[in-house]
């Protein structure tokens, strides 16, 4: 919609569509991939097999992570296709407000700065302001690991714990996504942008946010299982917080938030067994 209000053609293809995507996709300069992470791989083979031009910006939007390879989405598009620019698009976008017409603001990263000036100049309007820089690493964690935090808000809400509590846990919550976004490579900075803190207040205070919206009716007492069969679209969280913890125990990172979501999706704890193992860590300085 954005796209098209500012003149451009769109043409959308979807695997139930009736287009293949060799014609949705012919004469595109911009190609932009919403597709949740377990899709992602299907859809960078389908692409790989057409011929397109070595002109063609890709846009990624998935906010996952793989569980083969732990790889971003971003990751996996650039090593399909190494000589095209590899744009992410992230930030605090309930896509319920955008279809509202509602204001909002993203990102737009590449290590191709002009390619993603392209994408921003086509996104941009009155109502949608779109931020460009470098870090695309950083840009893209922060949209996916604020997923998993928004699980554990969900849960302090539903349990009814207070203004209090829930500022402590999303402001941990960011320290713990800078900690793991460092360590794999991005920059401090670009968690305290739109990507990473914009999109954490987002979706950690929104019911339209289906991670939140897991963590709410898990603490209402549902299983996830239930809370499957009826929700609208995918939580990305619950993948990638099992995916974070495979990594970050490998890797010998500290995210005690992140083990407690992950051990409250597998039914190891109850919502206020997670919340006293949080509270009852170790006590340490709130930096080292
Ligand atoms: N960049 C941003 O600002 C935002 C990104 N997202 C992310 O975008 C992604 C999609 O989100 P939603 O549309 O809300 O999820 P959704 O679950 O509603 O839609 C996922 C889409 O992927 C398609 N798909 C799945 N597997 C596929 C496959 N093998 N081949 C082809 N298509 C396949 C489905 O048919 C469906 O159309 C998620 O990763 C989400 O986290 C969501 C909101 C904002
Ligand atoms: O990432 C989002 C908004 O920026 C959407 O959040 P959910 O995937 O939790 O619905």
């Given amino acids: 919609t954005l796209a098209s209000t500012n003149g451009h053609k769109v043409h959308v293809w979807s695997r139930r569509g009736s287009k293949t995507l060799a014609e949705v996709l012919e004469g595109a300069e911009?190609?932009?991939?919403?597709?949740?992470?377990?899709?992602?791989?299907?859809?960078?083979?389908?692409?790989?097999?057409?011929?397109?031009?070595?002109?063609?910006?890709?846009?990624?939007?998935?906010?996952?992570?793989?569980?083969?390879?732990?790889?971003?989405?971003?990751?996996?598009?650039?090593?399909?296709?190494?000589?095209?620019?590899?744009?992410v698009l992230s930030g605090p976008n309930l896509s319920a407000e955008i279809q509202q017409k509602l204001p909002a603001a993203t990102v737009v990263a590449s290590s191709v700065i002009s390619a993603a000036e392209d994408v921003q100049l086509v996104l941009s309007s009155h109502r949608f302001r779109v931020y460009t820089n470098t870090d695309t690493l950083g840009v893209e964690l922060g949209g996916t690991l604020k997923n998993v935090i928004a699980i554990a808000a969900g849960v302090c809400d539903g349990l009814q714990l207070g203004t209090n509590a829930k500022a402590a846990l999303v402001t941990r919550g960011l320290?713990?996504?800078v900690r793991i976004g460092l360590h794999w490579g991005g920059k401090q900075e670009t968690f305290y942008g739109l990507s990473g803190l914009g999109d954490l207040l987002a979706t950690c205070n929104s019911p339209l946010s289906r991670n939140y919206q897991v963590?709410?009716?898990?603490?209402?007492?549902?299983?996830?299982?239930?809370?499957?069969?009826?929700?609208?679209?995918?939580?990305?969280?619950?993948?990638?917080?099992?995916v974070l913890m495979q990594r970050s125990k490998q890797q010998n990172i500290s995210t005690p938030i992140t083990e407690q979501v992950y051990r409250l999706l597998q039914g190891e704890v109850t919502p206020r067994q997670a919340l006293e193992e949080l509270m009852l860590r170790d006590i340490k300085p709130e930096y080292h």
């Fill in 30 to 87: 911009i190609i932009l991939s919403a597709v949740s992470m377990k899709g992602v791989r299907d859809v960078v083979s389908g692409l790989k097999s057409l011929s397109l031009s070595p002109e063609i910006i890709f846009v990624t939007a998935t906010k996952g992570l793989d569980p083969q390879t732990t790889c971003t989405p971003s990751q996996i598009w650039q090593e399909a296709f190494p000589h095209h620019p590899i744009v």
């Fill in 175 to 177: 320290t713990e996504m």
């Fill in 215 to 242: 963590g709410y009716q898990l603490a209402c007492g549902k299983t996830l299982t239930e809370i499957l069969a009826h929700l609208q679209g995918t939580a990305e969280g619950i993948n990638t917080t099992k």
